[in-house]
């Protein structure tokens, strides 16, 4: 068979069961759940079957398409890389599908809700496994349109149609990027196929300006569905959809798309410094940004959400030092971790009935698990050792110290971005553990907290795990290999003990806020609060441009072309108004004059006929 049978199925279980399950009525939650929860498991084993059966690489693959000399096929890569992503994105899923059973127990559309989670699933898996630029592109845009829905799943807040909507839109500007720069791909390699597109890149087919402008489009792309700077303001809004989504969204699928995307075609991206510069520009800008935003929040999702900005700038930034099996094993850390942290949030909300830090206080008694689980999340988000986070966010630092593909000026910049996110990061952390966990409770529902049914603690211990124990698998030669690295990921060097001390003076500065105090107290705090008002300024610069374009073009459509259309109408039918006013007068005397002509002639007949016999 020209395709890897497990590795279709890896996208194919969670694509069929979601799309059964839209079928599925509302009120049948427990075939819901059923289809998928069993989805998420059955991807899940698939996931880790083709992880221990080792590498296979890239199979023929099913021709689906052809145009011209280039074809579309459906084929399978299941490297080193696919098969640890996919395990991580199975185990995510699984988690959410579970907790979202107890966490949506009184929603009345849990069953579209479970179907599109599975989708989403599935879409991401498609990425992974994907061996065809073409199919990466279908599961790319899946994922748009189901996050787009899940986003916008509680139809009863007003601000989850607009936190939708803005998701969507602000990924599909990076995805016309991306298509083009897939289009200039398979053109000049004449092929869709991965593999063939990195041999023709190997093989000097693509070069030079061809290869820069593909990668710099791909790149923006990237920027939209990992959120970076400047397509980065939709995943902040985007926390208006569900808690269990959130994680699902930062932890698992949609952002960690872009970095693994990159990764996949790194072979690509280390021939064109060019873009490799911008994406380090990108990824500097980026971790900063997200973690200054992340201290002026007081909404706890929105916290983790500029965090994830930020994280994900780590990972940006280690793929434009040339370091991809760094940044992949970040996105393994950051998925455990990251799930941990939005589940364990999704607890506090749903025992206190807020995300506001202000309103909660003192639960580190009444929520003993979730306290303990979201410390080890926020430990390892953080980079406490020896706590996974800290072994890959250690092991992005070395690599900005060593020789890349990038200028030195520009690692340097790359470096000193990433050493400030620590002390940002530490101090966030910090800054959200004591406000929420710690001193007396602030209201009433605080001091009513309890812990939520083990449908939703059980999720928490699971991911708890590889939060606090995966960054010691970097240590492990094998480990490194699976991921690209011809040494061990994880090791200490003259950076771990300055990120330590910058570690420590953040967390100092995050404890002594007071953690009553409102997060836009001072300018400062308002300008973080607002994350330095880059959505006003895309408001004014962008949308409404765009959308004073927009009435215009309208107010000339309706004003010239319909108008001509209409008047050319409106002005045949006044000339047809004056002809039956016209008609309509002289009628009676033409009727009059036919008829006494036909009398005349009918006389003159028989006045002739008469003379005539």
């Given at each position: 068979m020209s395709v890897d049978p497990l590795g279709a199925a890896l996208p194919a279980v969670p694509l069929g069961l979601g799309l059964a399950g839209l079928l599925v009525r509302y009120r049948m939650r427990g075939l819901s759940a059923l289809l998928g929860v069993g989805?998420?498991?059955?991807?899940?084993?698939?996931?880790?079957?083709?992880?221990?059966?080792?590498?296979?690489?890239?199979?023929?693959?099913?021709?689906?398409?052809e145009f011209g000399r280039v074809s579309v096929t459906f084929g399978t890569w299941l490297d080193g890389p696919a098969g640890l992503v996919a395990v991580a994105v199975g185990v995510v899923a699984l988690c959410v599908q579970v907790y979202s059973v107890a966490y949506l127990h009184d929603d009345e559309r849990y069953a579209p809700y479970a179907a599109q989670v599975s989708l989403f699933t599935g879409a991401m898996l498609l990425v992974v496994v994907s061996g065809d630029l073409?199919?990466?592109?279908?599961?790319?845009?899946?994922?748009?349109?189901?996050?787009?829905?899940l986003i916008g799943h509680d139809r009863r807040l007003p601000e989850a149609p607009r936190a939708a909507v803005k998701a969507f839109l602000v990924t599909r500007v990076g995805d016309v990027g991306f298509l083009l720069g897939i289009v200039l791909l398979g053109l000049?390699?004449?092929?869709?196929?991965?593999?063939?597109?990195?041999?023709?890149?190997?093989?000097?087919?693509?070069?030079?300006?061809?290869l820069t402008a593909a990668c710099v489009l791909l790149l923006a792309g990237v920027a939209g569905k990992s959120a970076q700077f400047p397509l980065h303001t939709w995943l902040p809004d985007a926390m208006a959809g569900p808690t269990p989504i959130s994680a699902l969204i930062h932890a698992a699928t949609m952002v960690a798309a872009g970095v693994y995307v990159v990764a996949r075609l790194y072979p690509l991206f280390e021939r064109s410094t060019a873009a490799l510069v911008v994406l380090a520009v990108m990824a500097s800008v980026t971790m900063l940004l997200g973690a200054?935003?992340?201290?002026?929040?007081?909404?706890?999702?929105?916290?983790l959400a500029w965090s994830t900005v930020s994280q994900l700038g780590y990972m940006t930034g280690a793929l434009a030092l040339g370091a991809p099996s760094a940044a992949l094993f970040h996105l393994l850390t950051h998925a455990a971790f990251k799930a941990l942290l939005f589940l364990a949030a999704g607890s506090v909300i749903h025992a206190v009935?807020?995300?506001?830090?202000s309103a909660m206080g003192g639960l580190r008694e009444r929520m003993p698990v979730t306290f303990w689980t979201m410390t080890i999340g926020l430990g390892a988000l953080a980079g406490v050792p020896p706590l996974a986070g800290f072994w890959s966010k250690d092991a992005i630092l070395e690599a900005a110290t060593g020789d890349g593909p990038v200028p030195r000026g520009v690692a340097f910049v790359v470096l000193g971005s990433a050493m400030v996110t620590v002390a940002l990061t530490a101090a966030y952390v910090v800054?959200?553990?004591?406000?929420?966990?710690?001193?007396?409770?602030?209201?009433?529902?605080?001091?009513?907290g309890h812990e939520p049914a083990w449908a939703m603690l059980g999720p928490l211990l699971v991911l708890a795990v590889p939060a606090a124990l995966l960054g010691l698998a970097g240590l492990a030669p094998?480990?490194?290999?699976?991921?690209?690295?011809?040494?061990?990921?994880?090791?200490?060097?003259?950076?771990t003990p300055v990120a330590l001390v910058l570690l420590l003076a953040g967390g100092w500065l995050g404890w002594r806020r007071d953690p009553a105090a409102g997060p836009a107290d001072t300018r400062l705090g308002r300008l973080l609060a607002n994350s330095f008002y880059l959505d006003a300024a895309q408001d004014a610069l962008v949308t409404r441009p765009v959308l004073a374009l927009a009435r215009l073009a309208r107010r000339t459509d309706e004003a010239l072309v319909d108008g001509a259309v209409e008047g050319v109408g409106a002005g045949a039918g006044g000339l047809g108004g004056l002809l039956a006013r016209s008609h309509a007068g002289a009628l009676p005397r033409a009727a009059t004059a036919v008829l006494g002509g036909a009398v005349v002639l009918a006389a003159v007949v028989a006045v002739v006929l008469g003379v005539g016999r």
């Open positions: 989805g998420a498991a059955i991807a899940l084993a698939c996931a880790v079957a083709v992880a221990l059966r080792g590498v296979r690489g890239a199979d023929a693959g099913l021709t689906v398409a073409i199919a990466l592109l279908v599961g790319w845009e899946v994922m748009g349109i189901c996050s787009y829905l000049h390699a004449h092929s869709f196929r991965i593999a063939d597109v990195i041999a023709a890149a190997a093989g000097g087919t693509l070069t030079g300006g061809v200054l935003s992340a201290l002026g929040q007081d909404d706890i999702k929105r916290v009935g807020t995300n506001l830090m800054r959200l553990w004591r406000r929420t966990f710690f001193g007396a409770p602030r209201t009433d529902a605080a001091r009513a094998g480990f490194g290999a699976r991921l690209g690295s011809a040494e061990r990921l994880a090791h200490l060097g003259w950076t």
